[in-house]
């Protein structure tokens, strides 16, 4: 958590304003630990309602999406060379992978399709 404020915000101690944090139940996001670094740093975390997967449903899909366009490929597919790589498969996904439901343009390119309309 503190890697991706840092990433979008820089090195804070606490962010400007309070951001919604939206997660699903899982262990290491209900956790009392980690709701005390998001109460220390300011995002207020938010967990989608219990057995509905309809209300995750785009984190899921980015999830399945990374592991199978990106994790199951790698020639090292371990925890440390996932963590290490992140931001690497994050960075083309939005930027070059096509996606037929974006008439086989990249999340980036669309965007910018749609922009100059």
């Not at 939206?22 to 309602?49: H, Q, V």
């Not at 490929?73 to 498969?89: K, Y």
Request: hydrophobic content about 35%; glycine content about 6%; aromatic content about 8%.
């Amino acid at each position: 958590m503190l890697l991706v404020v840092e990433g979008r915000f820089g090195r804070v101690n606490r962010l400007p304003q309070t951001i919604e944090w939206l997660t699903d139940n899982g262990s290491g996001t209900i956790a009392g630990e980690t709701k005390r670094l998001a109460c220390n740093i300011g995002p207020e975390p938010r967990t989608t309602p219990e057995l509905s997967p309809q209300s995750n449903g785009m984190a899921e899909a980015f999830v399945r999406t990374i592991k199978r366009d990106y994790v199951r490929v790698s020639s090292l597919p371990h925890a440390r060379t996932v963590i290490d790589t992140r931001p690497v498969w994050f960075k083309h996904d939005n930027t070059v992978h096509p996606y037929k439901a974006l008439d086989y343009l990249s999340p980036r390119e669309f965007i910018a399709s749609r922009q100059s309309l």
